[in-house]
């Protein structure tokens, strides 16, 4: 018994679609059954953006502003030949990034737990 072979397709018929078939439409999204997209919701400027994000969790900016404190206040002391200062103040700024990584985790497990709307 011999296999079946297809027909022979010439390179014109190969690269058109088939006859009913709509090529894709890069500028819509797909329709996709049971789906809805999301409306579209206003861009945010970076200020609305960082308001925003600073009232859902108000320690992470306050723990990046007493890193950079540290930090800078240290390499200060740091110059001056305070090096006591400068290593208290290096510690400082370990134990205010340990603060701001921790509100960070609260923040997300918080967002996390919140119902969705």
């Known amino acids: 018994m011999a296999a079946a072979t297809p027909p022979a397709m010439?390179?014109?018929t190969a690269n058109t679609p088939p006859p009913g078939a709509v090529p894709f439409d890069f500028s819509q999204p797909p329709v996709i059954e049971g789906f809805s997209p999301l409306?579209?919701?206003?861009?945010e400027t970076f200020q609305e953006k960082f308001i925003r994000k600073?009232?859902?969790?108000?320690?992470?900016?306050?723990?990046?502003?007493?890193?950079?404190?540290?930090?800078?206040y240290g390499l200060r002391a740091f110059n001056q030949g305070?090096?006591?200062?400068?290593?208290?103040?290096m510690r400082g700024r370990i134990f205010a990034q340990g603060f701001t990584v921790?509100?960070?985790?609260v923040g997300v497990f918080t967002t996390a737990m919140k119902p969705k709307q």
């Not at 409306?39 to 861009?43: F, M």
């Not at 306050?62 to 800078?72: E, F, M, Q, V, W």
């Not at 305070?82 to 103040?89: G, V």
């Open 10 to 12: 010439s390179e014109e």
């Open 39 to 43: 409306p579209k919701l206003k861009e």
């Open 54 to 72: 600073t009232k859902e969790n108000p320690f992470v900016p306050i723990g990046c502003l007493g890193t950079a404190g540290a930090l800078l």
């Open 82 to 89: 305070k090096t006591r200062q400068s290593q208290l103040l």
């Open 102 to 105: 921790v509100a960070i985790i």
